[in-house]
């Protein structure tokens, strides 16, 4: 199994598998489908190659199997913060550990960003196998978003996370 960051090399793999969590696990996220469909894999390389939107990918035998992007907010008064988005791990390598040692390049990343503090997150507050991920690093549950999103004419509510680094 190969853990890293992503480059702009990697664009075609990572939009396939981000198409495939769209499709087979719309309600876990706040993008569309059909719309991120739209978008070129140049859009798609850009993103990768953004320094403050980094994502780490999990290959096996050459095939992406998990992705995870960790996003720097870049305000002065916010870029102690960063959030978690986009987290995915095919259905086929799940209960493997393999999306849990993702995670945790994820946090040794962050843990090493100079003056990042803070990582934040939204999961679907129904998603209780994502919510039970996240309590087993030590995320904090701090509230509801009720209504974040709406599909076809239904609402999905989304649970805050947030886990204090302790390199502040």
């Given amino acids: 199994m190969e853990y890293r960051r992503l480059t702009p090399e990697d664009a ?16 876990a996220f706040s993008t569309d ?13 850009k993103n990768l190659a953004n320094p403050a939107a ?8 050459g095939r992406l199997l998990a ?8 305000g002065k008064k916010t870029s102690h ?3 978690v988005l986009a987290v995915y791990a095919r259905e086929e390598s799940r209960g493997a550990g ?6 945790g390049h994820l946090l040794a990343f962050a843990g090493e960003w100079e003056g990042l503090e803070q990582l934040e997150l939204a999961v679907n507050s ?3 196998r994502a919510i ?3 309590d087993r690093f030590g995320f904090t549950r701090i509230g509801i978003l009720p209504n974040a999103q709406q599909t076809d004419g239904r609402y999905i509510d989304e649970l805050m996370m947030v886990l204090k680094l302790g390199n502040e």
């Fill in 12 to 27: 075609e793999q990572y939009r396939e598998l981000r198409l495939m969590a769209l499709r087979t696990d719309a309600d």
């Fill in 33 to 45: 489908f059909n719309e991120a469909r739209q978008r070129p894999v140049s859009a798609t390389a």
């Fill in 54 to 61: 980094v994502t780490f990918g999990a290959y096996g035998e």
């Fill in 67 to 74: 992705i995870m992007t960790l996003f720097r907010l870049s």
């Fill in 81 to 83: 913060r960063a959030e």
């Fill in 98 to 103: 393999i999306a849990s040692t993702l995670f």
């Fill in 126 to 128: 129904e998603n209780s």
């Fill in 132 to 134: 039970d991920f996240y």
